[in-house]
């Protein structure tokens, strides 16, 4: 089945850095990923919508600058987290369709733990 | 304004027994749900969808129900099991298909041995 490779799994940096997140599609083309963002015991975040050579949709409130999206080809999109911020630490997880337009399940990355200190 | 909602955040179910978890939406134009399964520090894995032109959809141990005019799904696993335990997000998605899902709050399911 279609799989989303996210890396790293875990991160731990310094306040003020920045973190790269990279989201893979590994058997499949996905011109659309999505990047979302989890807090403890809440829901599935929506922060981007990654579109393949195109700039990145982001939701209200998420700050452009802040996380960065880059979808440079049809199977890698990468999220940097810029000049951290311990209220950054949250797991994100990115995810993507086989096939846009049809009408199958997301797959999602197994997500990356930030922690920034 | 939640278009997802999952009303239940947690649920306790004995081994053996129907575990059923809820789901309502608000959006008539969602044409397309889906139950996703999330354990800790992992992402979400796919169970079972349905689309809005059906009303049943089995897979297994697993089934939902879609209730159109209530706008309303239900998850049914049956019988449930230890490894069930995890965390359920119901999901809805409007009919331009590449748009992204729409989550609910999750219920967290605990299957008691």
């Known amino acids: 089945g279609a799989v989303v490779s996210q890396h790293p799994s875990r991160v731990i940096c310094k306040s003020g850095t920045s973190v790269k997140i990279e989201c893979r599609s590994l058997?499949?083309?996905?011109?659309?990923m999505f990047w979302y963002r989890q807090f403890p015991k809440q829901s599935l975040m929506l922060m981007a919508t990654?579109?393949?050579?195109?700039?990145?949709?982001?939701e209200q409130g998420v700050e452009k600058d802040k996380f960065l999206i880059n979808h440079a080809s049809l199977t890698l999109s990468t999220l940097t987290v810029t000049s951290a911020h311990p209220e950054d630490s949250s797991f994100y997880i990115c995810?993507?369709?086989?096939?846009?337009?049809?009408?199958?399940?997301?797959?999602f990355g197994n997500g990356t733990r930030l922690t920034v200190t | 304004d939640q278009q997802v909602k999952q009303n239940s955040p947690s649920l306790s179910v004995q081994e053996g027994r129907i575990s059923i978890l809820n789901c309502d939406y608000t959006?008539?134009?969602?044409?397309?749900f889906l139950w996703y399964k999330k354990y800790p520090a992992e992402g979400p894995t796919f169970l079972i969808s349905?689309?809005?032109?059906?009303d049943k959809n089995e897979d297994g141990r697993f089934t939902v129900f879609l209730n159109k005019s209530a706008k309303h799904l239900s998850l049914h696993i049956v019988p449930s099991q230890p490894g069930d335990s995890a965390v359920y997000f119901c999901?809805?998605?409007?009919?331009?298909?590449?748009?992204?899902?729409?989550f609910g709050k999750g219920t967290r399911l605990s299957v008691i041995a």
């Open positions: 995810s993507a369709r086989e096939s846009p337009g049809s009408m199958k399940p997301l797959h």
């Open positions: 058997d499949f083309q996905a011109t659309t």
């Open positions: 990654s579109n393949e050579g195109s700039k990145a949709t982001y």
């Open positions: 959006n008539s134009m969602f044409d397309y």
């Open positions: 349905i689309s809005s032109i059906k």
């Open positions: 999901a809805a998605s409007p009919p331009s298909g590449n748009t992204p899902l729409v």
